[in-house]
């Protein structure tokens, strides 16, 4: 899959990741420099957030997120620093457990990199068993996920 960052292109490495197949299990330190293994089966459903910018997080993606916080367990991933992953943090309140900018694992497992500094943006919704139920990855990082239809497979 080719994906557009800016004015350029880029093939997406490794791994495409299907719905209905097994999600990889992938080791990340979060922010508050805990390490993870997230992906595999766990006790909620898991939701994968790549942003290429941590600023795309909106009161959308976090209003829906916030509807269905009780069932899930949320990571958001970024190659931006942690300075602005602070920001974004503090703006919306989101727990230092839940973000990381250790991305390198994630997108080559994921099948969401785009090179050594870059990821493109994605969203994948995980079940219990560790199967990936949905899946959105826009073919520019400029556009927006489909909220809409995150919210319509969380319901």
């Known amino acids: ?3 557009k960052y800016k004015k350029e292109f880029y093939i997406l490495k490794a791994k495409d990741r299907k719905v209905e197949s097994e999600a990889p299990a992938v080791k990340v ?9 997230i992906g595999m089966m766990a006790p909620k459903i898991q939701i994968m957030i790549s942003m290429p910018n941590i600023k795309d ?6 209003d829906i997120l916030k509807k269905f916080e009780s069932k ?9 620093s942690i300075q602005e992953c602070e920001k974004i943090k503090d703006a919306f309140n989101i727990d230092s457990a839940f973000i990381s900018n250790d991305f ?8 969401v990199n785009l090179n050594d500094d870059l990821l493109a943006k994605s969203i994948f919704i995980i079940d219990k068993e560790g199967i990936i139920k949905y899946k959105e990855i826009p073919s520019n990082c ?12 969380l319901e």
Do not use: A, P, Q
């Open 72 to 80: 899930l367990l949320i990571y958001i991933i970024t190659n931006n």
């Open 29 to 37: 330190k979060m922010l508050n420099n805990e390490e993870k293994v």
């Open 1 to 3: 899959m080719e994906v």
């Open 57 to 62: 997080y909106n009161n959308g993606l976090h």
């Open 104 to 111: 390198k694992n994630f997108s080559l497992k994921f099948g």
């Open 142 to 153: 400029e556009y927006s996920l489909d909220l809409d239809e995150f919210e319509t497979k």
